[in-house]
């Protein structure tokens, strides 16, 4: 009797994973288990598609130019930021959604470490984001590719199922959208990696127009301009020093990486809607001045003709093209 109880138990407790498992193979929600497709990927995970993408196609195009950092990245056009470097460069946006200190070192040293000349660097720092606590989320936005983490297949598996177990439902209509050949806009340059599907056709000698309408729905630019209706100066706030010990040996190592490749690089602390977002701290603004030089350090935190207007972002955080054309603009010109 004993023995069957336990065999019932189990089963209970069993048989519902099982499914799961099954259903999580069988659909692949987040396109990590099959050989990586841009038929059918996810930018679910931007960190596991940026790797994904360069692993597959460094070999052809043997990348020596990248551009680091998060969500926010998206501002940015590697076409046009190439029209800035010397011929020979090969452009590539490394990109992670919520990409971390940790995240943009990994990247560096694998590249270093892979056999890439790292010619031209653009490293874009978010306040507080690069520098938060939890420098290796586990959410599925979030999650670091096991080739840059350290971790086995299989953790890194395991932690995309424990997501997926959390609200299957949700992911297994993912899967079906983008399954329908009517629904999917492939949203990422295939070579660049850049965030857009006509990033190669943009005219780089014209910059973007500024109203960022056109890269949000209109849903969200509601939202957007209803959070902020009653923003004033009272609003606005310095950010707490974020870089700590840990950190400063991170940026100094990336440092080191650079003067070894010998670099052309800009480290740039992103601007975002200054009514609700903090500039960066004057220590924190010191310390990448110290360790990258003053020349290559560019801040556009806090206040200022950027920031304060609404039409140059889709939401409080992400800017527009057109702020990305006027950065690569400003920090190449100002030389």
Wanted: hydrophobic share 35%.
């Amino acid at each position: 009797m004993m023995k069957r109880y336990l065999i019932r138990i189990l089963l209970f407790i069993g048989l519902p994973i099982l499914v799961l498992l099954a259903v999580y193979y069988i659909t692949d929600p987040f396109k990590t288990l099959r050989p990586f497709s841009l038929q059918y990927f996810d930018d679910t995970n931007r960190d596991y598609l940026s790797t994904e993408l360069f692993l597959r196609n460094d070999s052809v195009y043997h990348y020596n130019s990248f551009i680091f950092g998060s969500s926010r990245c998206c501002g940015f056009n590697t076409y046009h930021w190439k029209h800035y470097l010397p011929e020979e460069s090969r452009q590539f946006m490394f990109q992670a959604w919520g990409e971390t200190l940790t995240g943009i070192e990994e990247k560096i040293d694998y590249i270093d470490h892979n056999g890439n000349e790292i010619n031209n660097a653009f490293v874009l720092f978010d306040i507080p984001g690069t520098f938060a606590k939890d420098q290796l989320p586990k959410s599925v936005v979030k999650i670091k590719h096991y080739k840059f983490s350290g971790q086995s297949k299989l953790a890194y598996q395991s932690q995309l199922f424990y997501q997926f177990s959390q609200k299957p439902s949700k992911w297994v209509s993912s899967v079906i959208q983008y399954r329908n050949p009517t629904m999917v806009e492939f949203p990422v340059d295939s070579i660049s990696n850049d965030w857009g599907p006509k990033s190669r056709l943009v005219d780089i000698y014209r910059q973007p127009q500024k109203d960022s309408l056109s890269n949000c729905t209109a849903k969200s630019r509601a939202v957007f301009l209803k959070q902020i209706e009653h923003k004033t100066d009272d609003d606005l706030q310095e950010s707490e020093p974020l870089i700590n010990e840990k950190f400063y040996k991170q940026l100094t190592h990336i440092k080191d990486v650079f003067d070894k490749h010998q670099t052309d690089y800009r480290v740039v602390v992103s601007p975002a809607y200054c009514y609700t977002h903090p500039s960066i701290n004057p220590k924190d603004l010191a310390i990448l001045q110290d360790i990258f030089g003053k020349d290559k350090v560019f801040d556009y935190s806090g206040k200022n003709d950027m920031t304060t207007d609404c039409y140059n972002f889709s939401d409080p955080n992400h800017f527009g093209s057109s702020v990305g054309w006027q950065i690569i603009e400003d920090i190449y010109n100002k030389q």
